[in-house]
C-alpha cells in the first residue's frame, strides 16, 4: 500500500455526524464548527469565517532564526501575567510530537477574505508550522498524485 493511500484512508471521518444531532436539526455542521470550533470573526471585516490559520513554530527554532522576535514573545508573555514568583517568564506554549511550540498568529477570514488570507500563509518562513482549518465541509484531502 503506497503512502499516499495510507494518507488518504487517515484523513477520511471516522463517522458521520447526522444533520438532526447538530441543536435537532438548527444548524449545519459548518454553523457549528464556526461557533464553537473557530470562535471569531473575519479578522479583516468581521464577517462569518469559512477558514482558520494558525501559525505554529518551535521555540527553539524561533531563538534559533529571530532572537528579537522571540523578546517579543517573552515581552508579550510578562504583560499578559506569565510570570511565577521566582520572576522566571513562562510562555505559553503547545506540546506537539515535533516539541514544544508556541502559538505565533492566529487569524479568520470570511469567504471573500479568504484567498488573501491563504496567501499570507503561503508567504510564512519555512519554519512555521501553518495549520489550516476549512471545517467540515472541506474535509477531503488533496493528494498530489503522480501523473
Ligand atoms: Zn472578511
Same mark, same amino acid.
Given at each position: 500500500?503506497?503512502?499516499?493511500?495510507?494518507?488518504?484512508?487517515?484523513n477520511k471521518p471516522?463517522?458521520?455526524?447526522?444533520?438532526?444531532?447538530?441543536?435537532?436539526?438548527?444548524?449545519?455542521?459548518?454553523?457549528?464548527?464556526?461557533?464553537?470550533?473557530?470562535?471569531?470573526?473575519?479578522?479583516?471585516?468581521?464577517?462569518? +469565517?469559512?477558514?482558520?490559520?494558525?501559525?505554529?513554530?518551535?521555540?527553539?527554532?524561533?531563538?534559533?532564526?529571530?532572537? +528579537?522576535?522571540?523578546?517579543?514573545?517573552?515581552?508579550?508573555?510578562?504583560?499578559?501575567?506569565?510570570?511565577?514568583?521566582?520572576?522566571?517568564?513562562?510562555? +505559553?506554549?503547545?506540546?506537539?510530537?515535533?516539541?514544544?511550540? $508556541?502559538?505565533?498568529?492566529?487569524?479568520?477570514?470570511?469567504?471573500?477574505?479568504?484567498?488573501?488570507?491563504?496567501?499570507?500563509?503561503?508567504?510564512?518562513?519555512?519554519? $512555521?508550522?501553518?495549520?489550516?482549518?476549512?471545517? +467540515?465541509?472541506?474535509?477531503?484531502?488533496?493528494?498530489?498524485?503522480?501523473?
Open positions: 500500500m503506497s503512502r499516499i493511500i495510507k494518507l488518504n484512508e487517515a471516522k463517522t458521520k455526524i447526522h444533520k438532526s444531532k447538530l441543536f435537532k436539526g438548527q444548524k449545519t455542521a459548518e454553523e457549528v464548527h464556526r461557533e464553537y470550533g473557530m470562535r471569531g470573526r473575519c479578522t479583516l471585516c468581521g464577517g462569518a +469565517p469559512v477558514i482558520m490559520v494558525r501559525m505554529l513554530a518551535l521555540i527553539e527554532d524561533i531563538k534559533k532564526e529571530s532572537m +528579537p522576535y522571540w523578546v517579543a514573545i517573552c515581552q508579550s508573555a510578562i504583560s499578559n501575567g506569565h510570570v511565577d514568583d521566582r520572576g522566571n517568564v513562562n510562555v +505559553p506554549y503547545i506540546n506537539t510530537t515535533y516539541g514544544k511550540m $508556541v502559538r505565533i498568529s492566529q487569524a479568520l477570514a470570511c469567504g471573500p477574505h479568504r484567498k488573501d488570507l491563504e496567501v499570507t500563509a503561503a508567504r510564512a518562513p519555512s519554519w $512555521v508550522l501553518v495549520e489550516i482549518d476549512r471545517g +467540515p465541509g472541506a474535509s477531503a484531502p488533496i493528494v498530489q498524485v503522480k501523473a
